[in-house]
């Protein structure tokens, strides 16, 4: 890490678990083990029932807009903050490492902060005043969507060209907090291991990526990662 001029990150909901946002897989905990995606997150349950998918994804956004950056978001903006060429690659849509300072931040799955048109896919804003669930486009009528990828979407093109760039041309290469079972992101450590980049995951828990990493540090983020910056720049 000391010696690094160029670095990538992934991260995944483990790294806002500790700022009380929910992950997904988790056994209990998860979102996923308490609701199913294929009703509120896909294209066509906002088709089926798009109350129902606006006022889930409201609910959510009110917990991340209550939500703190903990250290782990803080130990990342440090680290951007000491690395010449540096890509924090996020699946997160909670806006926390912004938040937390960080600033080179690639959003594979979006924003839940904002929302876009379901027909003419641009980011709007609902119109002050607008009483209809979801709220209707100002310019064309058509309804409003969180600015999420759902199941079955494709990502952002630009950006995850950019994480694929990123991925493949730095040297060194932090995945964090990510059950890495989502492609095409779980797909972005491999591509970096296969330019020989030396690889640090960072998770409580055992994942695919564990055995072909360089280093799998077993703990939380929050705890990890600033101990991992004090290790390589003391303070
Ligand atoms: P998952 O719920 O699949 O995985 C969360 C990971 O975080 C697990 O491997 C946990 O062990 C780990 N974890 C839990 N607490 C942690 C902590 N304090 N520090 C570090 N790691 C911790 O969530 P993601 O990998 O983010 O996509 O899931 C990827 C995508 O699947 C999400 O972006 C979302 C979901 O469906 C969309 O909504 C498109």
Redo the contacts with the bound molecule.
């Keep these: 890490m000391q010696s690094s001029k160029s670095v990538a990150v992934l991260t ?4 806002s ?2 700022s009380v946002v929910p ?4 056994a209990q905990t ?1 979102l ?1 083990a308490r609701y199913n ?1 294929e009703e509120l ?1 896909t294209p066509e349950a906002f088709v089926r029932d798009p109350r129902l998918v606006w006022e889930w994804y409201s609910w959510r956004r009110e917990l991340v807009e209550q939500a703190i950056p903990n250290s ?1 978001h803080e130990a990342l903006a440090e680290l951007e903050r000491r690395i010449p060429s540096f890509a924090l690659i996020t ?3 909670d806006g926390l490492h912004r938040r937390a300072g960080s600033q080179s931040v690639i959003e594979l ?1 979006g924003n839940i902060r904002r929302s876009k048109c379901s027909r003419e896919d641009v980011v709007v804003e609902p119109r002050e005043g607008d009483t209809d669930v979801p709220p209707s486009c100002p310019s064309c009528g058509a309804s409003l969507r969180p600015d ?4 079955g979407e494709a990502l952002p093109r630009d950006a995850f060209a950019e994480a694929f760039d990123a991925a493949r041309n730095c040297d060194l290469f932090l995945s ?7 492609q095409p ?1 779980a797909s972005l450590p491999f591509e970096a291991l296969h330019s020989g980049v030396t690889i640090i995951e ?4 055992e ?1 695919p990526l564990a055995q072909h990493a360089d280093y799998a540090l077993r ?4 705890e990890v990662l600033p101990v991992l910056l004090r290790a390589a720049y003391g303070g």
């Design positions: 995944g909901s483990g790294v678990a500790e992950t997904f897989r988790e998860g996923w995606p997150a782990g699946q997160n849509v799955h999420v990828v759902w199941f964090v907090g990510t059950s890495g079972l989502v992101a960072i998770n409580p828990d994942t703990g939380r983020a929050g």
